[in-house]
């Protein structure tokens, strides 16, 4: 099941940090055996102000990711952590999985869709009842659900 989180639909705090992120992860952390035990990967160009620390290195197609690793909670703000206070929390994870690879969360480049989960029906239902309204599911092999139907 792939999932696709609505930006416009995704909730904010009093002081408007976004939480679509977090309500996912944690969703997530009860949807494997290995909460404690995760991994993101950020882009090592994604700020061009501060160096990349030291990480190890994944390199995939036109773009070499920094590995990081940690509980699933502590996974949205490994850029933070990573590049320290100045870098801000603005910046998500671009691919978060935990170690027994029981889901994979990718966040997007694009604006259509914030990010998408692949996993399981179980873990798609409870990311339905984390984030309601704002979950748009395609099976594998379909194309990502970039619009909300009008209702």
């Known amino acids: 099941m792939r999932i696709a989180l609505d930006p416009d639909q995704h909730a904010e705090s009093r002081d408007g940090e976004e939480l679509g992120l977090r309500l996912t992860l944690e969703a997530l952390a009860a949807h494997t055996t290995t909460p404690a ?15 990349a620390p030291e990480a190890p290195r994944v390199h995939i197609p ?13 996974m949205r703000d490994a850029p933070a952590l990573a590049w320290g206070a100045e870098a801000g929390r603005a910046q998500e994870p671009h691919l978060v999985w935990p170690d027994d690879h029981a889901w994979c969360l990718a966040c997007e480049v694009d604006e259509e869709i914030e990010f998408t989960v692949g996993c399981d029906e179980e873990t798609a239902r409870a990311l339905q009842d984390a984030l309601p309204d704002a979950v748009r599911r395609a099976g594998y092999g379909e194309a990502a659900p970039l619009y909300r139907e009008p209702g």
């Open 37 to 51: 035990v995760a991994y993101a990967a950020i882009w090592e160009g994604w700020t061009s102000t501060l160096p």
């Open 62 to 74: 036109n773009r070499t990711m920094l590995l990081f690793r940690g509980p699933v909670g502590l």
